[in-house]
C-alpha cells in the first residue's frame, strides 16, 4: 500500500516540501543580511498552494482527467525598509519567520506519525 495515495499524507508531503522549500529561502535572506543590494524574498503562504489554480479534482476513475499542477511554492520579494546600502533583510523578522516555519515542520511530522500510528494499530503491529 502506497501511504502518499491517502490524501492525509499526499497533504503532510506538501506541507513538508513547502516548508522546506520557505527554509531554503529564509536561510538564503539570512545569509545575505550584509549584501548590499540584497532584497528579502518569502514563499507563498501554504494555503494559497493549495487554492492554486489548477490543482483540480482528484481522479477516482479510470474515465477522470489527471490534473497537472505546479506543486512548487511561489517565492517573491519582500518589501520592507531599505538599509542605506540597499539591503531589505531584517534579521528579527526573518528569525520570526524561521520560528514559524520550524512550528509548521514539527506539526506536520507530529501529525503524520500520529496518523501513522494509528494505521500500524489498525494492522495490529
Do not use: C
Request: no cysteine.
Amino acid at each position: 500500500m502506497d501511504i502518499s495515495q491517502i490524501p492525509l499524507f499526499a497533504l503532510a508531503d506538501k506541507r513538508l516540501a513547502w516548508v522546506a522549500s520557505r527554509q531554503s529561502v529564509l536561510a538564503q535572506n539570512i545569509a545575505n543580511a550584509d549584501t548590499s543590494g540584497y532584497r528579502a524574498k518569502d514563499v507563498a503562504p501554504f494555503a494559497a498552494l493549495l487554492t492554486a489554480p489548477g490543482l483540480g479534482l482528484a481522479a477516482t476513475t479510470a474515465g477522470h482527467f489527471a490534473g497537472s499542477a505546479n506543486t512548487a511554492p511561489k517565492i517573491t520579494v519582500t518589501r520592507g525598509e531599505h538599509a542605506p546600502d540597499g539591503n531589505t533583510v531584517a534579521l528579527d523578522k526573518e528569525l520570526g519567520k524561521v520560528a514559524d516555519t520550524d512550528m509548521a515542520h514539527e506539526v506536520a511530522v507530529g501529525l503524520e506519525k500520529k496518523y501513522l500510528g494509528m494505521f500500524r494499530t489498525t494492522l495490529g503491529r
